[in-house]
């Protein structure tokens, strides 16, 4: 979770342009400084329907907030290669609840997927699930894990458009309090979650392989690493150090 990774995704994206971003800049004032932080104003910002809402303005309003000029992208991939050593603490991870802690099939538990995000929650990690499925079908799945209480937040249909937009994640963002991009991790099994998580900011962005979808897939689509299944997160994250 460096910050050399932005700067290589930012090279390859006009990222700070997303409707979400932007239309959350016209809402608020600039949420967001240039090194990634999100300001007190981002918990203000209310639900993702918010954000999506003020998009149609967003456009004509950016370019008023001078906190955050696109055309200082170069002065920002410098600042991120001279920060390039200096690690982000972790503050959440969020998982695609089908595909990383339940088998693609939606029924078979994904071995060791309770202790991993117990162990997660135990630090101090929010945890967010994401989700396709209605509230109901995704309770049910959570209760194949062993608890309905894993996860700090749950999000679904309700809360924003899916995969492969990055609504969901920045919700979990706002929802559980988490103050950066970077200390987000976005984990999925499908190549339309990694482009989520990448167009999220997301400090990290890990396919597993317990989903639909195989190594080369999710490494195409822009996964920073990809691994069997969350059992190999901790050791991924450093937890095993």
Do not use: C, N
Not at 1 to 6: E, F, G
Not at 17 to 42: C, N, W, Y
């Amino acid at each position: 979770m460096h910050s050399a990774r932005r700067a290589a995704r930012r090279a390859g994206g006009d990222w700070a342009q997303h409707p979400v971003l932007r239309a959350l800049t016209a809402q608020k004032g600039t949420p967001m400084t240039k090194d990634g932080i999100l300001t007190s104003e981002f918990d203000d910002a209310g639900t993702i329907d918010d954000v999506v809402a003020a998009t149609e303005t967003a456009d004509d309003e950016f370019d008023e907030y001078d906190e955050f000029d696109v055309t200082d992208i170069d002065e920002v991939r410098r600042e991120d290669d001279e920060d390039a050593d200096e690690d982000v603490d972790l503050e959440l991870v969020v998982f695609d609840l089908v595909g990383t802690t339940v088998m693609a099939d939606g029924v078979t538990v994904v071995p060791g997927a309770e202790d991993v995000i117990g162990l997660l929650r135990d630090a101090g990690v929010k945890v967010a699930f994401t989700t396709g499925l209605p509230a109901s079908s995704a309770q049910a799945v959570i209760r194949l894990l062993g608890s309905e209480d894993l996860a700090d937040v749950v999000l679904g249909p309700a809360d924003g458009r899916s995969d492969p937009y990055p609504d969901l994640a920045l919700t979990a963002l706002l929802r559980t309090g988490a103050t950066s991009v970077e200390a987000m991790v976005v984990v999925g099994s499908t190549a339309s979650g990694m482009a989520a998580g990448i167009a999220s900011g997301a400090g990290l962005v890990v396919g597993v392989l317990t989903g639909a979808e195989d190594e080369a897939t999710l490494s195409d689509a822009g996964a920073d690493a990809v691994i069997g299944s969350i059992a190999e997160l901790p050791a991924l994250l450093g937890f095993d150090d």
